[in-house]
């Protein structure tokens, strides 16, 4: 599916495991900055310092204007979750917006998860509902070693 931010078209297909678009998972801060620049995607940066962690290692996230929110670790791109802004589809054509009652119909696989209060599909990725009106408020996919939190805590991806 493609969009337009500020009059340029961008591929948005979010794929599991891979990235969005030509956004895509271990990439650097750098890269994805300017790549962000090139796309006329304005963005704003935060650093969550997890100093309450046994391992902590700053996260900087990127929030884009385009609703493509963006996680690093030891600058390695981990994950990417994109809100009600953004307007692409995973593969299988699920999308923000779409009916949860549809989007388990497309990936019955999709299971809840009480402690992370979130829907999770072994395909690679997560979505989030919103209760009031019962649809897909974000999609979050990201590198495979975030399955294991003792591997992903190493940061030695």
């Known amino acids: 599916m493609k969009i337009s931010v500020e009059g340029k078209e961008m591929n948005k297909i979010i794929i599991p495991f891979k990235g969005v678009g030509r956004y895509q998972l271990y990439q650097t801060i750098e890269d994805t900055s300017a790549m962000l620049k090139e796309d006329d995607d304005p963005f704003a940066e935060e650093i969550w310092p997890n ?30 979750y994109v809100d009600r802004k953004f307007s692409g589809t995973l593969p299988n054509g699920i999308g923000i917006g779409t009916k949860m009652i549809d989007a388990m119909k497309i990936d019955p696989k999709l299971k809840y998860d009480d402690w992370e209060e979130d829907w999770q599909s072994i395909d690679g990725y997560w979505i989030e509902d919103d209760p009031s009106d019962d649809t897909v408020m974000t999609i979050t996919v990201f590198i495979k070693e975030l399955l294991d939190d003792e591997l992903f805590e190493q940061y030695r991806w």
Do not use: C, D, H, Q
């Not at 100093?51 to 791109?77: C, D, H, Q, Y």
């Open 51 to 80: 100093e309450e962690l046994t391992n902590p290692v700053p996260w900087v996230i990127i929030r884009s204007a385009s609703g493509m929110n963006m996680v690093f670790a030891k600058n390695k791109l981990f994950k990417i």
